[in-house]
């Protein structure tokens, strides 16, 4: 369930009470009304708790390897399936899941007290075919899960707590702790009874073990005692069970009730605020579930025994509903209420979907001591308070079966935080991470002692938070990055003209001048601060730099107080040294009198003076702003000084109003950094609107300065293509953006280095990269690099896919954050979006969300586009426009929706015409870096495969030349031999995903079938039309083909065929069908499919004169294939492929070889694609004559067949078509000797002949197709045409023209 498989049938279909009954238990679902206060209800009934033991060892066990979220994914698959089969069992014993807390399940069956017994012994026997049937579940990772099962009977009691918008029920009594005291009594696969538990069942049924020192029974198994019959004593129980669901169909009757909008009011108060907005949405279960990183928090309660029931509901009442308003006001949710022996329990989260805030880690410490605070100060009977705070990936989504489940996060740092609850009792504790993450001042935390905790091997680091206190200024000095001699600036001239500007105002005019210069996180303002720093310093200014944090916004005059400590130098000297050397500063300046004044500011102790003494608050506030005037004006007379504040929106409102004063009297530069995300307060405005202040925007850097800068930061001179666009697809011109991914890359291994100098081997494939690589460099050189320095360049490793290396956690939570921004309708298109690639075909987009219509999905993508998160695709613009997408354009985003609204007639047909006219593409690309791979990562695992075998099934029928090349494959006949070794294999499916339970890849694979000889397609104009299969046209002779193309060569000029020809389109089916197709099928795992379409996008490639790009996916596909073996008799392919697709491979290797020229392993690989085909090019001229006579009575057999075979049919249309492709790649103009025109030749051996004799003038055409069962081909020297026959001589194929009409080289593949 935890990726959607086991939620699948539950389809929107089912009524809203259904879905939300799912969610819940019968105890809630059939409970009758009651009021608003806390109010107890008590039942008789039996407790099952089941306890999956082993599952914290195995998170642990990930969370040591944890590779993100593919293990995340593993540990929820696990899980959940686990879980899932012991919560359909449990409801077909008549059972009502309470809740799944964590690893523990507990289910109640309420009956009447006279009916305890036959209920107890319904329980065991559940209990026992549990622990028989899953008591033990065997992990690939060697961490076995086995349960532990307790039972108690007794009187339940249930009270509901919270608001009118958010209710929690508990089952609280001594029989709910007495099950949980049997749980922990048990031991794996075991199950232990409850004293009362065991004092109300028909004890002569069990066989058990007394537990007499710990009051509790342990059952072995059921006694078979004549003539009991369990089938008969289960139908008994079942009159006892109302709710109870005959039919196997929802194993529950809450899931058919009739349609009661008193009733849906009541169950969505106990769900979550996300999940009822994506179920209103009518979102799939399978598309709810994500991994993304949350912050955690857990508040323990501990109570005093002696406390009454009902006195203690009234303070979890009071405790929840101030819970739940500070944790929603910090932006997370009180998910969880659970009881426990001691007292109760309070888990929150930040973070969850659509709730992402930058400042979460903060968010949540300030909530939870404040939650410390008031339970420690209010609460009564409150014995011990304790708060966790954990902060990393989790699984958010739903776990267990269609009938029951529930919305949960899982992970190990949820175990995390439920072990420093009990190992750090009493305090607010948090992990390294949160801590780091927080931003907050180190003075706020304190380090705690590292203690063991249960199965939990490295917890890392804990911390105490002791609150918010008052900020000091020590130790600020430095900003947030020292200037890099070897990273120069890139792009930031007009910046630092903008200072120089303002550095010659200052002097000129005698007043100070700012500059201001906002832009984005990641633009680079820290460190044009440090270039600016360097600069000033080398002039022999004096600079006071400054970096400030969100926590500085609170103190009152802060900015300044720490501007003027390191003015005055006692920022970083000792405390018994700082009064001194103040004074030092204020001598001759300030009069001694008025010393005692910097008190409280510097925390020094002058003597307070009489005059002193006589002002009012406001009075000595005035004063210590005169005498810091009366300060700097008189620094300035000696050094220019210049005030550098790094992230000055953090800046207080009256340090704000002293440096506008400051800046009409003392001539000083101010340089400030602002990010455009925060509102500025009225003082701060105010100073932006001075004739002195000036606003300098920090924009992008362009494409060409973030490759130089990637070089930089990988010390190298040149990196490949495939490397190229990973870097700007998310980057998109951000510089921080760059940095982090080229040192992910570095910290994962993913690059291969080559010294630039030195000289590659040529005769391999595998060192073709490095070589292609120092014939295309760039020319960057490292700055400052010496003449007789090395230089390298880096390749990316042959079995590393950049489309599926996941993003660094710093920038999936920059991207997660401005996701979260959007609607739950934009969420969903934009992660639909993610898994068909950076170019979205909307056709394909409405493929994914079949639920909606073509007017709903086109008003989404308006929105999207009108917010820059998507722009339509335009070839001549390399990266997107600025996105708007930022926290605070909110504001944009509503003041937006709001003015549709006020519009007229907005939902008029005509103005719904007009506002959802779309342009002529019906492509688009993300506006956003990092959004899509942030996107994409959200998915689990099995729900991203299947929308990858979704796409994959839409794009298979698209991937064939275009409509002016008359469709077929690129490499051509390719799925006659695919087909024909498939049949020969017995295999049916092109595609041999195994299923994992989902409906959806069930019906998907069975959809995603092998490519057959009828399953040729055309292209018209418009990309992404089909037309009728190839098949289906009109068949022609082979002379009356060749008459017909000698008479329109004759009659056509070149003038008039560019003219009439259709534009060809090839080169779309490429970037935007075989190649997504290939990345689907990788991600898929289907790597026999996607070597298929790589051989085509290869071919397509050296078509369009691609070279490097046919490289890239020729590599690809020999990583698929795996490392060569030196022995062919050894050679064991990782993929299976049919000769024919072996001896493809070889072949198009060849011509990337020769068009890269590397000559002599070009003849090496045609060879072997000759010895493939069993057609090794003959050595003498005996064996060529040989030959010849061969190829002519071959000619002679097929001209004599009849023109009805379906074979030959077939063969003469695919003939026709190369005929009449001006870019058709079933071609090369080769220059024979003038002694081997007219010679037979094999397809690759003219390939030999093509390298031994380039300079010759006479040319003719060759097909260069291998075949599988590899044809001959005849050169004819006086028509020009290729003839290819098959070696059983049932087929002929026509070739393309000859030179008149063949294009010029270059324009397509040799």
Known sequence: MATGERVAALRPLWPVEARLAALLPDLLVFRKP???????????????????????????????????????????????????????????????????????????????????????????????????????????????????????????????????????????????????????????????????????????????????????????DMRIIDPFDFDEHFDKCLDYLPHYRTSADTLRTALELDPDSALEQTLRKHITKNLLK????????????????????????????????????????????????????????????????????????????????????????????????????????????????????????????????????????????????????????????????????????????????????????????????????????????????????????????????????????????????????????????????????????????????????????????????????????????????????????????????????????????????????????????????????????????IFLIDEAQYMDAASWEFLETLLSTVPIVMVMTLTPIFTLCGCAQHFLQSSQAVLVPILKLATTSLLRMACWELGVVSIPQELQIYLLHRCFGNPLYCEVLCQDLLSKDMLLFHDLQKEEEKSKWETLSANAMKSTMYGILPAGCEEDQELYICTVKDNVNLDTVLLPPLLKEIAVNQLDQLSLEEQLLVKCAAVIGHSIHIDLLQHLLPAWNKNKLLQVLRALVDMHVLRWFNRSQELPAESILVPSSIKIIEQTKEEKKKKPDADSPLSLQEELSLPQTELLAFGVPLLREAAWELWPKAQQIALHLECACFLQDLACRCGSCQGGDFVPFHRFAVCSAKSRSGTSRFCSYKDTGSVLTQVITDRLQLPTPQDSFQFQTKPFRSQETFASERCRTEEEFLDQVNRKLAQSTPDKDMLTRKPCHCEEILQFVLSPLTRHCLVIGETTCAFYYLLEAAAASLDLSENYMAFFYLRKASSLLGQPSAFSFLKNHKVKICQFEEATFCCLQSEVCFKMGQITLAKKLARQALRLLKRSFPWTWFGVFFQTFLEKYWRSCSLSQSPNNPIRRSWQSCSSRSAASPCSGSSITWTPQPAAAGLPASPLSCRRILLRNLQMKPRLSLPMWPYPSSPRIWVTETSGYSVSRWPFRKAAYVGSPGRDYWPQPGSCRP
């Open 278 to 641: 994506k179920i209103d949405e009518g979102q799939p279960m399978e598309y709810i579930s994500e991994f993304r990183t949350v912050t955690m928090v857990l508040v323990s309660l501990e109570f005093n025994k002696t406390a009454w029931m009902l006195h203690l509901c009234h303070l979890i009442q009071e405790a929840a509903l101030y819970i739940s308003t500070v944790i929603e006001k910090g932006g997370g949710q009180l998910s969880q209420i659970f009881m426990f022996e001691k007292g109760c329990m309070f888990f929150c989260v930040f973070g969850l979907p659509g709730d992402k805030k930058p400042d979460e880690c903060a968010h949540a410490l300030e909530s939870s001591f404040s939650i410390f605070s008031f339970c420690w100060e209010n609460l009564a009977e409150t014995k011990l308070v304790s708060v966790s705070i954990t902060n990393g990936p989790v699984f958010c989504g739903v776990i267990g079966a269609v009938a029951r489940h529930e919305y949960t996060v899982i992970g190990p740092k949820v175990s995390l935080v439920a072990r420093m609850i009990t190992a750090y009792p009493g305090l607010v504790s948090c992990d390294e991470v949160t801590y780091l993450r927080s931003m907050l001042p180190a003075y706020n935390f304190k380090k705690l002692p590292e203690k063991m905790m249960k199965n939990i091997s490295n917890p890392g680091k804990m911390y105490e938070y002791l609150g918010h206190r008052r900020c000091i200024m020590f130790g600020k000095r430095h900003l947030a990055r020292d200037r890099n001699k070897n990273h120069p600036l890139l792009d930031r001239e007009k910046e630092l003209e903008a200072f120089q500007m303002a550095q010659q105002e200052c002097l000129r005019q005698k007043k100070g001048q700012a500059v201001l210069y906002e832009g984005g996180k990641g633009y680079g303002k820290s460190q044009l601060l440090a270039e600016i720093n360097f600069m000033a310093q080398k002039e022999g200014h004096r600079v006071l730099p400054l970096k400030l944090k969100e926590a500085d916004f609170k103190q009152c005059f802060y900015a300044i107080q720490t501007l003027m400590a390191i003015f005055f130098d006692i920022d970083t000297c000792p405390a018994y040294y700082r009064q001194e050397c103040l004074h030092k500063q204020l001598r001759g300046i300030v009069e001694e009198p008025l010393h005692c004044l910097f008190n409280d500011l510097f925390f020094v102790k002058f003597p307070l003076s009489f005059k002193v003494s006589h002002m009012d608050d406001l009075t000595r506030q005035k004063k210590v702003k005169a005498c810091f005037f009366q300060v700097l004006q008189e620094a300035v007379r000696e050094t220019p000084l």
């Open 34 to 220: 009651r009021g608003s206060e806390p109010e107890l209800a008590t039942a008789q009934g039996v407790l099952l708790g089941v306890h999956v033991t082993g599952f914290t060892a195995l998170m642990d066990r990930f969370s040591l390897t944890c590779k993100s979220e593919n293990d995340m994914d593993k540990l929820a698959h696990i899980f959940s399936y686990y879980i899932s089969d012991i919560v359909e069992h449990v409801l077909c014993f008549g059972g009502d899941i309470l809740n799944i807390t964590g690893n523990v399940l507990l289910a109640l069956w309420t009956v009447k007290q006279n009916q305890l017994s036959d209920i107890i012994t319904l329980v065991a026997k559940c209990s026992l075919e549990i622990q028989e049937k899953f008591g033990i579940y065997h992990t690939r990772e060697g961490q076995d899960l086995k349960l532990k099962i307790g039972l108690s009977a007794g009187r339940i009691s249930q009270v509901i707590v919270g608001d009118e918008q958010r209710q929690y029920l508990l089952v609280i009594g001594r029989d709910v702790d007495d099950v949980q005291i049997a749980q922990r009594l048990a031991q794996a696969n075991e199950i232990v009874l409850s004293w009362n538990c065991w004092k109300l069942c028909e004890q002569y049924m069990f066989e058990v073990e007394i537990m007499r020192e710990d009051e509790a029974v342990k059952l072995r």
